[in-house]
C-alpha cells in the first residue's frame, strides 16, 4: 500500500474519540481452471485512516492487484502503489504497470518480454516495480521505506535494507517468473528474499510450494507475490496484501509520563507516547 506520513493535527480530550480504521490487504490472485492458463486479478487493498472531528481524515490508501495473466487489464490495480503487470501475450505489447498515489508509493513494473511470460514486480512506498527483466523472469516488488514514528523501544514493520533492521514499510511484492527466477519482494536481492514486508513471486525454480506467491507480511502493508504458471499451463494463486498500520505520536510531560489516551499498543519513548493500531 501507500505510506503516509502526516504533519501534526491537534486533537483534544473533547469528544474524545477519533476513529482509527487499519485497512486490509488485498486479496491475491486466484489459481486458473486446469489448462485455462487464466488466472483472476489480485484485488486492492483497503485505505488505512486517522479520523476525527478536528481535522480532515489522515488515509494512507490501500496497495492496488496486480494483473492476471493473460488479462490486458486490473480496474483494481491503481493504488497507494500500483500493481504490477502480467504476461498478455505471446505475440503482444509490452503491458504496463498500474500507477501509484502522488506522494504514496510508486507504479508497479510493466511486462516488457512479449515471448515469454514474466510479470513486472508491484509498486512499492520507495520506488516503483520493476519489469521482468528477461524471459520467463519476474520483475522485483518497489523498495519500502523506513519509518521509526515509535520510537527504538518499540520495533514495528519488517527487515529492510541497509545495516539496520525492522521499521520497513510497503515493500513490492515480486512478480511471477514461471520457470526462471522470481522477482524478489521489497527490492530484496535474492529471487526469494523479502524487504519492507513484500512476498516474493512464484517460480518453478522456488522451493514448495514454488509456483504460489507468497503474502505480504501483516502490520506492514507489503504486497504479496504474483502466482505462477509452470509447466502445466495452469496459473497457481498469487499471494496476499498485508495489513497495513497506524502509529499516533503525542507529547506528553518528560517525567512521570502517563498516557492521555486509550487504544492499540502503547509505549513511551523521547517524552511522547505512541499508540500502534
Do not use: C
Not at 479520523?51 to 494512507?60: A, W
Not at 500493481?83 to 505489447?93: K, M, R, W
Not at 507504479?107 to 524471459?135: C, E, H, L, R, Y
Amino acid at each position: 500500500g501507500g505510506g503516509s506520513s502526516e504533519s501534526s493535527v491537534t486533537v483534544s480530550a473533547s469528544p474524545g474519540s477519533y476513529p482509527v480504521i487499519v485497512g486490509g490487504g488485498g486479496n491475491g490472485g486466484a489459481k486458473a481452471s486446469p489448462g485455462s492458463g487464466n488466472g483472476t486479478n489480485a484485488g486492492r487493498g483497503g485505505d488505512s485512516t486517522f479520523g476525527g472531528p478536528t481535522f480532515t481524515d489522515v488515509t494512507s490508501t490501500g496497495g492496488g492487484g496486480g494483473w492476471a495473466g493473460r488479462l490486458s487489464s486490473n480496474p483494481n490495480g491503481p493504488g497507494g502503489s500500483g500493481g504490477g503487470a502480467g504476461h498478455y501475450s505471446n505475440s503482444g505489447p509490452p503491458s504496463a504497470g498500474s500507477p501509484g498515489t502522488a506522494n504514496q508509493g510508486y507504479a508497479g513494473g510493466n511486462s516488457v518480454n512479449p515471448s515469454a511470460g514474466g510479470a513486472g514486480g508491484g509498486g512499492g512506498a520507495g520506488g516503483a516495480g520493476t519489469p521482468n527483466p528477461a524471459q520467463n523472469q519476474g520483475g522485483n516488488g518497489g523498495v519500502g521505506l523506513r519509518n521509526l514514528i515509535a520510537g527504538p523501544l518499540y520495533p514495528i514493520g519488517a527487515d529492510g535494507a541497509g545495516p539496520t533492521t525492522n521499521g520497513w514499510f510497503a515493500g513490492g511484492g515480486g512478480g511471477a517468473g514461471s520457470s526462471g527466477s522470481s522477482g524478489s519482494g521489497g527490492g530484496h536481492p535474492s529471487p526469494t528474499g523479502s524487504y519492507a514486508g513484500g512476498g516474493y513471486g512464484g517460480s518453478n525454480a522456488n522451493p514448495s510450494p514454488g509456483l504460489t506467491g507468497r503474502n505480504g507480511q501483516g502490520g506492514t502493508g507489503g504486497g504479496g507475490g504474483g502466482g505462477a504458471t509452470w509447466p502445466t499451463n495452469t496459473v497457481e494463486n498469487g499471494g496476499a496484501g498485508g495489513s497495513g498500520m497506524v502509529v499516533v505520536r503525542y507529547q506528553i510531560a518528560q517525567l512521570g509520563a502517563t498516557q492521555k489516551a486509550t487504544g492499540g499498543a502503547v509505549s513511551f519513548y523521547g517524552g511522547k507516547a505512541y499508540h500502534v493500531f
